[in-house]
């Protein structure tokens, strides 16, 4: 059984820092591809960063130079850092796990990932 399951999302003040963490166990992954998502009320879900097996990166170009994702393959655990955060930064921030997609450009689409967590809240206040 699958299980992907995130934290350390909470509630901070803008210019703030935060560092979410995702477990993903259960699967015997023919895909080491993640990424992290988020979505806003009213707002669909977007990419905001990804990573692959070989550690190359893909952010949206609204977090590029702030977030920065990163992995522990023994730990398989995934991070999102988040630096200098903004308002506009408040979301439901959601894992997503064993990705299928072949092309670094397609790493920021919800339909290439298999696996999702619950999602941790992320708060940002001005």
């Known amino acids: 059984q699958v299980q992907v399951a995130e934290s350390g999302g909470g509630s901070v003040q803008a210019g703030g820092s935060l560092r979410l963490s995702c477990v993903a166990s259960?699967?015997?992954?023919?895909?080491?591809?993640m990424g992290w998502f988020r979505q806003a009320p009213g707002k669909e879900r977007e990419g905001v960063a990804s990573?692959?097996?070989?550690?190359?990166?893909n952010y949206a170009d609204s977090v590029k130079g702030r977030f920065t994702i990163s992995q522990d393959s023994a730990k398989n655990t995934l991070y999102l850092q988040m630096n200098s955060l903004k308002p506009e930064d408040t979301a439901m921030y959601y894992c997503?796990?064993?990705?299928?997609?072949?092309?670094?450009?397609?790493?920021?689409?919800?339909?290439?990932?298999?696996?999702w967590g619950q999602g941790t809240q992320v708060t940002v206040s001005s």
């Open positions: 997503a796990a064993g990705g299928t997609w072949y092309s670094r450009q397609l790493s920021l689409i919800r339909y290439y990932y298999q696996y």
């Open positions: 259960g699967y015997t992954g023919s895909s080491n591809r």
């Open positions: 990573i692959d097996s070989n550690g190359g990166t």
